[in-house]
């Protein structure tokens, strides 16, 4: 091998290594379970056409260590849960009960983006009888929550 590929090899491998020592920030991420998705509506963020709008905050706005739990609801699309004001590990969480029993059966989450202090979930269909409820979550444990809807 001539002195000027291993130079370039030993560049390359330099690179990489820095490139993989370097922190990279996470990005917020969208997680789900149960049978979330079974339902019409779900999987869309409550921006989408013919939501966008239709939304009403339902019941008071909770609150735990300053940050602040909102439910939202349209009698067209279903629900979605907004936290504001948060701090980084935390996540705006929807659960959903197709009985109306209030026994989660499915749930989304959404986590904070880097550099902001709000999320939102994407929508649960808590339409015909289902039911669903809105949680902040941080670091895996629930802060506060909201009543069933």
């Known amino acids: ?47 989408v056409s013919g939501c966008a709008g239709t939304f009403k905050q339902v019941g008071s706005t909770r609150y735990a260590e300053g940050m602040a739990l909102k439910y939202f609801y349209s009698d067209k699309c279903g629900s ?20 109306g029993a209030g026994r989660a059966d499915g749930w989304v989450s959404e986590t904070v983006d880097p550099g902001i202090d709000y999320a939102y979930s994407k929508i649960g269909n808590n339409l015909n009888g289902r039911v669903s409820r809105a949680l902040l979550t941080c670091d895996g444990h629930v802060w506060a929550q909201t009543g069933w809807y």
């Open 1 to 47: 091998m001539n002195r000027r590929s291993i130079t370039t090899l030993l560049a390359a491998g330099g690179t990489a290594a820095a490139l993989a020592l370097t922190a990279v920030p996470a990005q917020a991420a969208s997680f789900q379970g149960g049978n979330y998705g079974a339902y019409g509506m779900e999987g869309q963020y409550p921006t």
């Open 80 to 99: 979605f849960a907004r936290i504001e004001n948060s701090r980084a590990n935390c996540a705006a969480v929807l659960e959903r009960s197709d009985s």
